[in-house]
Protein backbone atom coordinates (compact mmCIF):
# COMPACT_ATOMS: atom_id res chain seq x y z
CA UNK A 1 0.00 0.00 0.00
CA UNK A 2 0.60 3.44 -0.85
CA UNK A 3 -0.10 6.17 1.27
CA UNK A 4 0.42 10.28 -0.05
CA UNK A 5 0.16 13.14 2.27
CA UNK A 6 -0.54 16.03 1.00
CA UNK A 7 1.07 19.82 2.34
CA UNK A 8 0.41 23.68 1.56
CA UNK A 9 -2.78 24.91 -0.49
CA UNK A 10 -4.68 27.52 0.90
CA UNK A 11 -5.76 30.73 -0.09
CA UNK A 12 -4.43 33.29 -2.55
CA UNK A 13 -5.12 36.09 -4.20
CA UNK A 14 -5.25 36.15 -8.44
CA UNK A 15 -2.20 36.44 -9.69
CA UNK A 16 -0.59 35.09 -6.65
CA UNK A 17 1.21 31.62 -6.10
CA UNK A 18 0.86 28.77 -4.09
CA UNK A 19 2.72 25.75 -3.48
CA UNK A 20 1.85 21.96 -3.01
CA UNK A 21 3.65 18.89 -1.93
CA UNK A 22 3.12 15.77 -1.56
CA UNK A 23 4.76 12.79 -0.11
CA UNK A 24 4.16 9.11 -0.54
CA UNK A 25 4.84 6.68 2.33
CA UNK A 26 4.74 2.72 2.66
CA UNK A 27 5.57 0.33 0.01
CA UNK A 28 7.31 2.98 -2.31
CA UNK A 29 9.22 0.69 -4.42
CA UNK A 30 7.28 0.69 -8.47
CA UNK A 31 5.95 4.33 -8.13
CA UNK A 32 6.89 5.58 -11.69
CA UNK A 33 3.98 8.21 -12.38
CA UNK A 34 3.24 11.10 -9.51
CA UNK A 35 1.02 14.51 -10.24
CA UNK A 36 -1.53 16.52 -9.30
CA UNK A 37 -5.75 16.50 -10.13
CA UNK A 38 -8.52 18.81 -9.16
CA UNK A 39 -11.66 19.12 -8.79
CA UNK A 40 -13.90 21.79 -8.67
CA UNK A 41 -17.83 21.91 -7.12
CA UNK A 42 -19.92 20.44 -9.98
CA UNK A 43 -16.97 19.25 -12.25
CA UNK A 44 -14.94 16.21 -12.94
CA UNK A 45 -11.76 15.58 -11.67
CA UNK A 46 -8.95 16.88 -14.44
CA UNK A 47 -5.54 16.22 -14.41
CA UNK A 48 -3.08 19.15 -13.82
CA UNK A 49 0.13 18.13 -14.16
CA UNK A 50 2.07 14.87 -14.22
CA UNK A 51 5.90 13.55 -13.64
CA UNK A 52 7.30 10.01 -14.61
CA UNK A 53 10.53 8.99 -12.87
CA UNK A 54 12.40 9.02 -16.17
CA UNK A 55 11.29 12.74 -15.93
CA UNK A 56 8.90 13.16 -18.64
CA UNK A 57 6.23 15.63 -17.38
CA UNK A 58 3.10 16.49 -18.42
CA UNK A 59 0.46 19.69 -17.65
CA UNK A 60 -3.29 21.13 -18.22
CA UNK A 61 -3.51 23.41 -20.91
CA UNK A 62 -4.11 26.08 -19.10
CA UNK A 63 -1.20 25.61 -16.53
CA UNK A 64 1.55 24.70 -19.05
CA UNK A 65 3.24 28.16 -19.00
CA UNK A 66 2.32 28.90 -14.90
CA UNK A 67 2.65 25.65 -13.00
CA UNK A 68 6.12 23.72 -12.42
CA UNK A 69 5.80 20.22 -11.64
CA UNK A 70 9.43 18.81 -10.02
CA UNK A 71 9.64 14.95 -8.93
CA UNK A 72 12.44 13.29 -6.19
CA UNK A 73 12.08 9.71 -7.13
CA UNK A 74 14.87 9.04 -4.40
CA UNK A 75 12.63 10.35 -1.65
CA UNK A 76 8.88 9.52 -3.80
CA UNK A 77 7.74 13.14 -3.29
CA UNK A 78 6.52 15.55 -5.64
CA UNK A 79 5.66 19.48 -5.57
CA UNK A 80 3.91 21.78 -7.85
CA UNK A 81 4.48 25.42 -7.99
CA UNK A 82 1.82 27.20 -9.45
CA UNK A 83 2.16 31.02 -10.28
CA UNK A 84 -0.33 33.72 -12.00
CA UNK A 85 -3.16 32.42 -10.04
CA UNK A 86 -7.03 32.60 -11.49
CA UNK A 87 -9.87 32.49 -9.82
CA UNK A 88 -10.75 29.24 -11.79
CA UNK A 89 -8.32 27.86 -10.10
CA UNK A 90 -10.07 27.05 -7.42
CA UNK A 91 -10.90 23.20 -6.65
CA UNK A 92 -9.41 20.51 -4.16
CA UNK A 93 -6.21 19.33 -5.54
CA UNK A 94 -5.38 15.77 -4.67
CA UNK A 95 -1.91 13.98 -5.20
CA UNK A 96 -1.98 11.20 -7.44
CA UNK A 97 0.86 7.80 -8.08
CA UNK A 98 0.67 5.21 -9.97
CA UNK A 99 2.66 2.07 -8.94
CA UNK A 100 3.41 -0.98 -10.94
CA UNK A 101 3.47 -4.15 -9.53
CA UNK A 102 4.41 -7.85 -11.76
CA UNK A 103 2.98 -5.38 -14.95
CA UNK A 104 -0.09 -4.40 -13.18
CA UNK A 105 -0.77 -0.34 -12.48
CA UNK A 106 -2.23 0.59 -8.90
CA UNK A 107 -3.62 3.82 -8.56
CA UNK A 108 -3.23 5.93 -5.30
CA UNK A 109 -4.43 8.74 -4.22
CA UNK A 110 -4.13 11.55 -1.41
CA UNK A 111 -6.98 12.99 0.62
CA UNK A 112 -6.82 16.29 -0.79
CA UNK A 113 -5.88 19.96 -0.01
CA UNK A 114 -8.39 23.08 -0.88
CA UNK A 115 -7.15 25.80 -2.72
CA UNK A 116 -9.22 28.77 -3.34
CA UNK A 117 -7.87 31.62 -5.62
CA UNK A 118 -9.72 34.64 -4.21
CA UNK A 119 -9.53 38.72 -3.66
Known amino acids: QVQLVESGGGLAQPGGSLRLSCAAS????????MGWYRQAPGKHRELVATATSSGSTNYTDSGKDRFHISRDNAKNTVDLQMNSLKPEGTAVYYC?????????????WGQGTQVTVSS
Open 26 to 33: GSGFGIHT
Open 96 to 108: HARRKVFLRDYDY
